[in-house]
């Protein structure tokens, strides 16, 4: 089975161990990994490594959390309006990027290891491909297709 994980960091922080615990545990069983991290941010060179010694294909998204600052008067909500502008448009734009990644890999589950990425969803949706992303503050996750 392929499984297309999208992660928020590329860095080894709490996260990213416990991914790479469960993926150490999923590839024994058979699992196929694919990984999309953020093109902007933070990469940690252990985390790489570990990418590389295991023969794991990585890809670069432009990924955005979706979270934004409750404005708090007139000049912080016209900040919030660029900001939730310039939120949707970076979405459209790696909404699209996972749909070119997801051609290229033909994976079978899509899995987003966090909540404030939405675009794995909107891709898989429109790839009709089933997608596993966890609550926010919560143990359960939910399978949407």
Not at 43 to 65: E, G, H, V
Not at 66 to 78: K, M, T
């Amino acid at each position: 089975m392929k499984v297309l994980y999208i992660l928020n960091a590329a860095f080894m922080g709490g996260a990213t161990i416990s991914f790479i615990n469960m993926l150490n545990g999923l590839m024994k069983k058979g699992v196929i990994p694919f990984i999309v991290i953020p093109r902007f941010g933070p990469t940690d060179k252990d985390f790489m490594d570990y990418l590389n010694a295991n023969n794991i294909q990585y890809y670069k998204a432009f990924l955005t959390m979706s979270a934004l600052h409750r404005p708090h008067g007139v000049i912080s909500f016209s900040r919030f309006c660029l900001s939730f502008c310039s939120m949707i448009i970076k979405k459209v734009i790696s909404t699209f990027e996972l749909i070119h990644i997801i051609k290229m890999v033909h994976p079978n589950l899509i899995h987003t290891n966090t909540g404030v990425i939405s675009e794995g969803l909107y891709a898989a949706k429109r790839m009709h491909i089933p997608h596993i992303i966890p609550y926010l503050a919560s143990i359960r996750s939910r399978v949407l297709s």
